[in-house]
């Protein structure tokens, strides 16, 4: 996660939940408060070494790949999940975090036990995640039926290995179905790789 706009949201995160000011975060870094100001508004990104810097203070050098991935997930405000290989959720962003959530509302619709129409589509997906060769991105879009009007539940998914275990990152939606979007039933496909999905998983190989 060493894109500057993503850490420095970490690094506000980090700081906001453990009630630390500003000019502490500062001192640790070796910059002007003022500086710690504009990296988390956003008026200026930090340099490799400030974000090697940064890196350090959020996770230091015993934080694993993994480790960082899922805290990345836990602290994004994007609508992530985080699966492992036996499809158990590690961790959610911020979106899927409040009562209520969509995931919560929705998330039967990706899963197979309750929605049986998926397995046939979900072939690619428990295969590349059985053995992930390089980088697989694939395209769900599972069509549902919520208070009389169609649905349409997207996810994007990104699967690959991270200290040689398969993790899946996905960036899931849901939402009310337009009429060139209707689908009767289940679809999946392999993205591009200059797809904009591939974001997440260009995302993942620059912080691992």
Not at 110 to 115: L, P
Not at 148 to 173: F, N, Q, V
Not at 177 to 198: E, F, K, V, Y
Request: aromatic fraction near 8%.
């Amino acid at each position: 996660m060493n894109q500057p706009h993503e850490i420095c949201v970490a690094l506000r995160s980090y700081r906001i939940k453990a009630r630390i000011k500003q000019q502490v975060i500062a001192q640790a870094l070796g910059v002007a408060q003022s500086q710690i100001s504009r990296w988390e508004s956003g008026r200026e990104i930090p340099r490799p070494h400030n974000i090697e810097a940064i890196r350090l203070l959020l996770w230091g050098d015993a934080a694993t790949p993994l480790q960082s991935l899922i805290y990345f997930v836990r602290t994004s405000a994007l609508p992530l999940v985080l699966i492992d290989q036996s499809r158990q959720l590690l961790a959610s962003g911020l979106p899927f975090q409040v009562p209520g959530n969509d995931l919560e509302r929705f998330g039967w619709v990706f899963d197979e036990a309750t929605n049986p129409e998926l397995r046939e589509a979900h072939g690619p997906y428990r295969e590349a995640l059985a053995d992930p060769r390089g980088i697989v991105g694939l395209e769900l879009r599972v069509p549902f039926e919520y208070q009389g009007e169609p649905w349409i539940g997207i996810s994007h998914k990104t699967i690959y290995a991270i200290d040689g275990k398969p993790i899946c990152l996905a960036d899931i939606r849901f939402m009310r179905a337009a009429n060139g979007n209707q689908i009767s039933r289940p679809t999946m496909r392999r993205l591009p790789a200059n797809h904009p999905a591939d974001a997440l998983s260009s995302l993942a190989r620059r912080e691992h």
